[in-house]
């Protein structure tokens, strides 16, 4: 089988990274860089859109990735700052890696467009369905984070069949990557998330139910003030009421954040308990005291 490589920007101290037996990242220097990917000098204008560059000869393992990223170039990618590569067998692990990303922390990095190797007669490129270069700053993986990005690949990887993780995955996918929706989309596709989550299968008194249960269990699983959570509930629920109904809302970067915030931690503890989100055990936890 072929090996795959991804490359993206992470802050990280290691020179490698095991993932799993088939997913690792490894680091690559400037000068590696260029010489990967055939480019010898890049000029961006102030948007930071590539402008003009100049190749090596197409020797270069990668060269050809070079000519094909340069017409699918988004306005948060640069060239020269790709400093890691994400190896992988097959184009879905890239996927699951990038999700990962995002499940972890509100991030921009992100596997996007990735090849084989050009030497190789079976060369191909392969991208995935949304640019990742959206979000609150480059992911940061120390210790901590590292093990929690491995674990996160695992649960996802071990999910896969589940078809409600699925429906959740593309619409978190889509709300988080550069595609250049309105921050309106973004806020309904999470929201509708939430939903999905903490109403399975009431049919009344939806605003309330919302409420009450996320307040519950955040409150029972991240320690969350009740209240704050309540009230955090409340505006979601009513902004994106009136999204659904006059198709706009206005909706401040802080909210949009949180909702995001409560949409991943939610998704996480989804990964390790799917049963915790079951419409029998959410409505025991409200009728606890």
């Known amino acids: ?3 795959l490589y991804f490359p993206l920007i992470i802050t990280c101290n290691r020179k490698t990274i095991k993932i799993t037996d088939s997913i690792s990242l490894s680091r690559i220097d ?50 020269r700052q790709m400093n890691f590569i994400l ?32 030497r190789l007669s079976s060369f191909s490129v392969h991208s995935l ?11 940061y993986l120390g210790k901590k984070e590292i093990k929690q990005l491995k674990s996160l690949v695992r649960q996802l990887e071990g999910l896969q069949a589940d078809k409600k993780l699925n429906t959740i995955i593309k619409k978190f996918w889509y709300s988080e990557s550069y595609s250049g929706q309105a ?16 109403l399975p299968k009431a049919v009344s008194e939806l605003s309330y139910r919302f409420q009450l249960r ?21 505006k979601i629920y009513r902004t994106r009421s009136k999204i659904a109904h006059s198709g706009t809302a206005k909706i401040s970067r802080d909210e949009l954040n949180n909702v995001r915030d409560y949409v991943r931690f939610a998704v996480r503890k989804y990964l390790t308990d799917p049963s915790i989100f079951k419409d029998d055990y959410l409505e025991e936890l409200c009728l606890m005291g």
């Open 214 to 234: 996320m307040a519950k269990w955040f409150n029972r699983h991240y320690r969350k003030n009740l209240k704050e959570v309540a009230d955090d509930a409340k």
């Open 30 to 79: 400037i000068k590696k860089n260029r010489e990967l990917i055939g480019v010898e000098e890049i000029i961006v204008n102030e948007s930071g859109h590539v402008i003009s560059w100049s190749g090596y000869s197409d020797s270069s393992p990668w060269y050809f990735w070079a000519l094909h990223l340069r017409d699918n170039i988004g306005a948060n990618l640069h060239l």
């Open 129 to 139: 369905i949304h640019r990742p270069y959206w979000g609150e700053g480059y992911l």
């Open 87 to 118: 190896e992988v067998q097959k184009r879905e692990e890239a996927l699951l890696v990038g999700i990962a990303m995002k499940l972890l922390c509100g991030t921009k990095s992100g596997p996007y467009i990735g090849f084989s190797d050009i």
């Open 183 to 198: 921050t309106s989309i973004r806020f309904l596709e999470m929201s509708v998330i939430l939903e999905m989550l903490f």
């Open 1 to 3: 089988m072929s090996t």
